[in-house]
T-cell receptor, first 108, second 115 residues
Framework: GQSLEQPSEVTAVEGAIVQINCTYQ??????LSWYQQHDGGAPTFLSY????GLEETGRFSSFLSRSDSYGYLLLQELQMKDSASYFC?????????FGAGTTVTVRA | DTGVSQDPRHKITKRGQNVTFRCDPI?????LYWYRQTLGQGPEFLTY????????KSRLLSDRFSAERPKGSFSTLEIQRTEQGDSAMYLC?????????????FGEGSRLTVL
């Protein structure tokens, strides 16, 4: 089966940097994805790492270490609109398996 | 709007009734997924279609659940004899077969409440 662990909650102030860690135990691992979901909304794709290293997309960056079965999502210059749930998800062939999610609360 | 659409958005039903949800994926997407999400949890995989073929069904899915994608376009998810434990958000997602990132495009879900 697939197992992904991430913290349940993180709180930070506007302008701060937040790192959400994700450790995984999966078989047939292809890569690690990150999704954002606002309350009442659909999960939306943020990033994907297939290889070790850092991928940067604007204020968000994602990192993967395959040897450590570990990844993280880095949110920089936090804005109020970044308050949402963030999910790491492992890609195994054609299927995504999601962690339980991290609720990020941004305070003024 | 050319995104994934789901209908109905909300459904309240009594225990024991049957419900059906519909998903219209992005038109050129040949992969279609159903996930279930409960409060405070991530989406949980239910089943997967490649075109009209159902290629995987989660072991967590009882035989009260059935999904179809008859012409490789829209899909339906039916739950028979609903139970209170079926209350959840049912999410549909679609993707391209040759997507390198496996990016899924989700609909906004159908929320089921079983009384």
């Amino acid at each position: 089966g697939q197992s992904l662990e991430q913290p349940s909650e993180v709180t930070a102030v506007e302008g701060a940097i937040v790192q959400i860690n994700c450790t995984y135990q999966t078989s047939g691992f292809y890569g690690l994805s990150w999704y954002q979901q606002h309350d009442g909304g659909a999960p939306t794709f943020l990033s994907y790492n297939a290889l070790d290293g850092l991928e940067e997309t604007g204020r968000f960056s994602s990192f993967l270490s395959r040897s450590d079965s570990y990844g993280y999502l880095l949110l920089q210059e936090l804005q109020m609109k970044d308050s949402a749930s963030y999910f790491c998800a492992s890609l195994n062939d054609y299927k995504l398996s999601f962690g339980a999610g991290t609720t990020v609360t941004v305070r003024a | 709007d050319t995104g994934v659409s789901q209908d109905p958005r909300h459904k309240i039903t009594k225990r024991g009734q049957n419900v059906t949800f519909r998903c219209d994926p992005i038109s050129e997407h040949n992969r279609l997924y159903w996930y279930r999400q409960t409060l405070g949890q991530g989406p949980e995989f239910l089943t997967y279609f490649q075109n009209e073929a159902q290629l995987e069904k989660s072991r967590l899915l009882s035989d009260r659940f059935s999904a179809e994608r008859p012409k490789g376009s829209f899909s339906t998810l039916e739950i028979q004899r609903t139970e209170q434990g079926d209350s959840a958000m049912y999410l549909c997602a679609s993707s391209l077969l040759d997507s390198v990132t496996g990016e899924l495009f989700f609909g906004e879900g159908s929320r089921l409440t079983v009384l």
